[in-house]
């Protein structure tokens, strides 16, 4: 498949990004979507575990059934696509060769993954499902700036229901479901961002 150039630089992708709530009707091309997931997984996590997973829901029934998850937020039914992420740190933890890099090899890669484990063997289920949330907000930051960078709009909501989701999609009982996001074609400009500046953010020392 021939690479769709995205439209704008980070920085100018970052500056000009709006939360987007209506989009138009025309349908986001699988290929477009692919390439820019693709893109976004290569966010970084820690020991590259890559805990996080994503629904790519199209279909109009699961989008209404979202909806209602969602506490009605209309973006989710009317998106042409909408985004499920969520964080499996036990499947990770369940196939740690796919992820430590195939140069470790012998007794260090053995090493690595005991300390993993070790690692994760003394947090309950719901700060292990913290961690992992965690590592998807990296993720999800990735997925907003090239969205905007191939010109689609987008907005991620952390207000729903998570069991209804899990239900919804039959994710697994110990995953942990960060965000969703809508995203389309922009029918709207959005509102002007307000932000802190700088200096009240941020501390030099």
């Known amino acids: 498949m021939e690479a769709t150039l995205p439209v704008l630089d980070a920085k100018t992708a970052a500056l000009k990004r709006r939360s987007i709530r209506r989009y138009r009707k025309d349908p986001v091309p699988e290929g477009l979507l692919r390439e820019i997931l ?55 933890l369940a196939h740690l060769d796919e992820v430590i890099h195939p140069g470790v090899q012998g007794e260090r890669r053995e090493a690595q993954k005991q300390a993993i484990q070790r690692a994760f063997a003394a947090m309950g289920q ?56 809508a995203l389309g074609y922009p029918a709207e400009e959005g509102y002007p961002s307000h932000r802190l500046p700088l200096e009240r953010v941020v501390l030099w020392r």
């Open 38 to 92: 693709e893109a976004a997984l290569r966010a970084p996590s820690a020991w590259n575990l890559q805990p996080w997973r994503v629904v790519v829901v199209r279909d109009p029934a699961l989008k209404k059934a979202l909806r209602e998850a969602a506490f009605g937020q209309a973006q989710v039914e009317e998106a042409p696509v909408v985004l499920v992420l969520y964080a499996d740190l036990e499947d990770a």
């Open 126 to 181: 719901e700060a292990r499902k913290a961690w992992a949330s965690g590592q998807s907000y990296i993720l999800l930051g990735y997925l907003l700036l090239l969205l905007e960078a191939y010109g689609l709009g987008s907005v991620p909501m952390l207000g729903f229901d998570p069991e209804r989701v899990r239900a919804i999609l039959g994710l697994p009982s110990h995953a942990a479901i960060p965000a969703l996001v």
